[in-house]
């Protein structure tokens, strides 16, 4: 049963602390999500990345926040320095595009990790 | 960019009732729609999804409709039961025409309560 892995599934942490995240998509997927979700703002958009190359990340905080894939098999979304709000569980998702330039794409289904639980005090 | 909205935020049913949940979204590119549900501390998951070149799928207790002129979606649970209590999120996908890809934006989640 292929599923999406993270690390570290519960971090407390205190502010100004750096704090790195690690996700392992689903071997031969080639699309990377990390979303970030809080009571308020639901399941935000952080970054995108497709075949390794990041797409989008409008939605995240440049400031403070970085998101790599050093590799097919790994990435990472980095908090430099971490701040209370930051606070919230972040999912690290990933599918498989099939996506063709001059063919209409199927769609994408996504599949999520177990979350990493953020606490900074 | 692609907006979605999602009501109700919370919906309360009877064991047996059923229960709808509907999605707008902004973009007429926009061409899947997948609906997830999270179980309070889980991950979401992917219950059902559907395509732009369809307009209502089923899977068992489950079905969903698309109307693609109003920009609408819908989630219907029939003969709901206890474990169908969670939070369902909608989403909508278009297509990223730099690099290509997909994106989803997400709907704001629905908490389905169903009482015994």
């Known amino acids: 049963d292929a599923r999406v892995t993270q690390t570290p599934r519960h971090k407390v942490t205190e502010m100004g602390q750096e704090v790195t995240m690690r996700c392992q998509p689903i071997?031969?997927?080639?699309?990377v999500f990390w979303y970030r979700q809080t009571m308020m703002q639901g399941l935000e958009l952080l970054a995108y990345f497709r075949n390794r190359a990041p797409l989008d990340d409008s939605g995240m905080p440049k400031d403070r926040f970085s998101a790599e894939m050093p590799d097919a098999t790994l990435a990472t979304l980095k908090i430099q320095p971490s701040e209370p709000r930051d606070s919230a569980v972040y999912f690290c998702?990933?599918?498989?595009?099939?996506?063709?330039?001059?063919?209409?794409?199927?769609?994408?289904?996504?599949?999520f990790g177990e979350g990493s639980w953020l606490t900074v005090v | 960019g692609e907006n979605v909205e999602q009501h109700p935020s919370t919906l309360s049913v009877q064991e047996g009732d059923s229960a709808v949940i509907k999605c707008t979204y902004s973009d007429s590119a926009s061409n899947y729609f997948p609906w997830y549900k999270q179980e309070l501390g889980k991950r979401p998951q992917l219950i059902i999804d559907i395509r732009s070149n369809v307009g209502e799928k089923k899977d068992q207790r489950i079905a969903v409709t698309l109307n693609k002129t109003a920009k609408h979606f819908s989630l219907h649970i029939t003969e709901t039961q206890p474990e169908d209590s969670a939070v369902y999120f909608c989403a909508a996908s278009i297509r990223v025409l730099t690099g290509g890809g997909n994106k989803l934006t997400f709907g704001t989640g629905t908490q389905l309560k169903v009482e015994l």
């Open positions: 998702a990933s599918g498989l595009d099939r996506f063709t330039i001059g063919r209409e794409s199927s769609g994408n289904t996504i599949y």
């Open positions: 071997l031969g997927h080639n699309t």
